[in-house]
């Protein structure tokens, strides 16, 4: 596709349930990005894969979260036993090779989760 | 660690006119890069703009233009001749690996 995409744009889920949220990233890059963006905490980096590796998982939240990527693609962030904390948007960003610092990162439209 | 700060929390333009949103940065990595970002009221975050810190140059792109003072470690954002299309929240990032780190954002509204 011509950009990133997520699925779904929307969620609204009950406390305790699972999420999974999903990204696509533009075709041939090969650096994926999660980042979440809430009222409180503003911007944050959540994980980054490098192909299907993630070398840096330092922004998940808790246990409770997890990411996988596969085939050097599709990217499912998931959430267990949600909690209201977790209502957010969830944006994911590609971009080429993951190049340090001069590299753009493009984003997704991203998914409104809301924890009921 | 990197730490980037946007004072102006909201401001109001007059169509056509140009407006510069202030973006100040902390970080104690000799190489780094600046991106400013739009993300209007749909949610998605569009790129507008990079500069490298070794960058001679201020980066421009079309209607923006980065004013870049390394030595006071700020990277401002100007937009000239501002269009109605233009509202919405502009973020300022700064990365020095992989992963950015952003500002609180501003948001710009201009007026008819």
């Known amino acids: 596709g011509a950009g990133v995409s997520q699925s779904p744009s929307n969620k609204v889920t009950e406390k305790g349930k699972d999420v999974e949220l999903r990204c696509d990233p533009i075709?041939?890059?090969?650096?994926l990005y999660w980042y979440r963006q809430s009222l409180g905490q503003g911007l944050e980096f959540l994980i980054y894969f490098q192909g299907n590796s993630a070398p840096d998982k330092s922004g998940l939240p808790s246990d409770r979260f997890s990411a996988e990527r596969t085939g050097g693609s599709v990217s499912t962030l998931t959430i267990q036993r949600t909690q209201q904390e977790d209502s957010a948007v969830y944006l994911c960003a590609s971009s080429l090779r993951g190049l340090a610092g001069v590299e753009t990162q493009y984003f997704g439209p991203g998914t409104r989760l809301l924890v009921l | 660690a990197q730490k980037i700060t946007q004072t102006q929390p909201g401001m109001f333009v007059q169509e056509k006119e140009a407006v510069t949103l202030d973006c100040t940065y902390d970080t104690s990595d000799p190489s780094y890069g600046l991106f400013w970002y739009k993300q209007p009221s749909s949610g998605e975050m569009i790129f507008l703009i990079y500069?490298?810190?070794?960058?001679?140059q201020n980066a421009t792109e079309g209607r923006y233009s980065l004013n870049f003072q390394k030595a006071r470690k700020s990277a401002n954002l100007v937009i000239s001749a501002s269009q109605l299309g233009d509202s919405a929240m502009y973020f300022c990032a700064i990365s020095n690996d992989y992963k950015l780190s952003f500002g609180a954002g501003t948001t710009v509204t201009v007026r008819a």
């Open positions: 075709s041939g890059h090969t650096a």
């Open positions: 500069q490298g810190s070794y960058d001679q």
